[in-house]
């Protein structure tokens, strides 16, 4: 029972333009959702978080948004850039007892192309 | 500042074997959490340490896997009589305990299990 979801396994990109990753959740305990970079052979580097009480968070070139109705969040990268090439995981956590655990889901590649 | 250091990088074992893999947080983070990544797949939540806490063990595979930690430093994650399915990418993660603060990632122990 996959509880994070990301439906594209690849996405293709321009430099220069947007790209918007998505993810679907089914937990609606969860209250915390982040997004990872993660470049091979490296560990996932944290790029940018929100909590279920936003509906938007912006940092720099990044935004993700939540729709909490839905239980939809995206990540938007504008513009995108060819370093931007890497696999991004979107990840989600609850409150309570399952307070610190993430769930990950399976993860999307990006390539940017110059 | 140091990140989340992990060691081995590799570690290539005969199905049977013990292994122990090593995890040194960042130093003030005293949340640490172990992650594993098989190929193509999302990481997948193995055991969280905060402070004096009882560890959350309920992503843990089996009863051949068991991690300790020495007070909010150094982790080892150990695994006993490997198998072949064990072969995966071992993630250690770190955070500061406080209401959603990101975990940071070590680069991992790739273990092969021949």
């Known amino acids: 029972d996959q509880q994070v979801k990301q439906n594209s396994p690849s996405l293709s990109v321009q430099e220069g333009r947007i790209s918007i990753l998505n993810c679907d959740y089914t937990?609606?305990?969860?209250?915390?959702f982040l997004w990872y970079k993660k470049y091979p052979a490296e560990g996932p580097t944290f790029l940018i978080s929100?909590?279920?009480?936003?509906d938007k968070n912006e940092d720099g070139r990044f935004t993700v948004f939540l729709n909490k109705s839905a239980k939809h969040l995206s990540l938007h990268i504008v513009p995108s850039q060819p370093g931007d090439s890497a696999v991004y995981f979107c990840?989600?956590?609850?409150?309570?007892?399952?307070?610190?655990?993430?769930?990950f889901g399976q993860g999307t590649i990006l390539t940017v192309h110059p | 500042g140091a990140g989340v250091s992990q060691s081995p990088s590799n570690k290539v074992t005969e199905k049977g074997k013990d292994v122990e893999l090593r995890c040194d947080p960042i130093?003030?983070?005293?949340?640490l959490y172990w992650y594993r990544q098989r190929l193509g797949q999302g990481l997948e939540f193995l055991i969280y340490?905060?402070?004096?806490?009882?560890?959350?063990k309920s992503g843990l595979p089996s009863d051949r896997f068991s991690a300790e930690r020495t007070g909010e430093s150094v982790s080892t994650l150990t695994i006993q009589r490997t198998q072949q399915e064990d072969s995966a990418v071992y993630l250690c993660?770190?955070?500061?305990?406080?209401?959603?603060?990101?975990?940071?990632f070590g680069d991992g122990t790739r273990l092969s299990i021949l």
């Open positions: 937990n609606s305990m969860f209250d915390y």
């Open positions: 929100i909590s279920s009480i936003k």
């Open positions: 990840a989600a956590s609850a409150g309570g007892t399952s307070y610190g655990k993430l769930t």
């Open positions: 130093s003030g983070h005293t949340a």
């Open positions: 993660a770190s955070s500061e305990y406080r209401n959603n603060q990101p975990q940071h």
């Open positions: 340490f905060q402070g004096n806490s009882a560890p959350d």
